[in-house]
Structure formats: C-alpha cells, structure tokens
C-alpha cells in the first residue's frame, strides 16, 4: 500500500461532532446504521461519551468511547506545547468551544507534508466543504454474518489455535 494517509483528508461517515459552546470542542456523536447525514446529529446518532478538546495542537492522550464504542480512538486531550514526536505525534484540528456542527476527517493532505498521519484529525469542517485537491473518500467493505462469514472465522480460529 502507498500513502495510505497523508495525500488527502478522508472523511469519516458517520461521525459528527456537536456542540453549543458549552462542550469545548464539542461532543462526539456516532451513527448507529448507515442513514447518517454528515454534519447533521439526528435520533439516530449515539453520543460516545467524551468531548473533543477545544485545544487546537498535538495529540497527548486519546479517549476510548464508553463501553459500546471502545474501539474508538479519539483525541481527548492536546497541547500547543508538544511535538510531532511524543507521545501520539499527530495534530488536532478543532474549534474551541464549538457552536454547531461539524465532521470528522483524518489523515492530512499532501500540503501538510510530514505532518499527516493515522491520529491527525480535522474537526474544524462543515460538511459543504470541498477542494478537490484536498479531500477525498475511502470505500468501505462491511461483512455481513453469513455462512462463509462464520466458516471464515472458525477456520481463522482453528489455524490460531484457539
């Protein structure tokens, strides 16, 4: 794989964050299906339990969502003070006590040089937002639990030893 981060910033679908000015950068919401509308928090979004720091700078810590979404990985605390090389080394990008709505993107674009990266977030876009030279898209496969799904796993699980 080439570049898999770093030559443009890819949105991720279905990750909104809201705020009222109340919630530094605003609070974390995630579709619970795949009807979601970027930039819009609706009956079908779950809010994941922590707030985006309204600090605009270097990743120092990352939150884990509450028990249903503790596979996510989102800045929770950043600092103007710190590097690119400890302890995450990428950057943050939000709005400080944020009053709206916005969307997640990751990765950075190749303006950013060797800024980008995994962990280099952007939560400062409206969802109108575009430039082609600096956004883009990643398709995403979603397996669905079916018979070859399931032969799939216990094969995997049978040659793990488990």
């Known amino acids: 794989m080439e570049n898999p981060w770093g030559n443009l910033w890819s949105m991720i679908g279905g990750v909104n964050i809201s705020g009222n000015s109340l919630q530094g950068g605003g609070t974390i919401y995630l579709c619970n299906d795949f009807s ?20 605009y700078g270097w990743v120092n810590a990352m939150g884990i969502g509450n028990e249903d979404y503790d596979w996510v990985y989102i800045p929770v605390e950043c600092s103007t003070s710190a590097n690119s090389y400890a302890p995450v080394g990428d950057e943050l990008w939000t709005i400080g006590n944020l009053n709206g709505t916005v969307i997640l993107a990751t990765g950075g674009s190749y303006g950013q040089k060797d800024s980008c990266g995994p962990f280099y977030y952007a939560a400062d876009r409206g969802a109108q937002e575009s430039a082609r030279y600096n956004y883009g898209a990643k398709l995403l496969y979603i397996p669905t639990k079916n018979s070859n799904y399931n032969a799939n796993i216990t094969r995997w699980q049978s040659h793990m030893g488990g």
């Open 36 to 55: 979601y509308t970027p930039g819009e928090v609706g009956n079908n979004y779950t809010d994941i339990g922590f707030n985006l720091p309204s600090i």
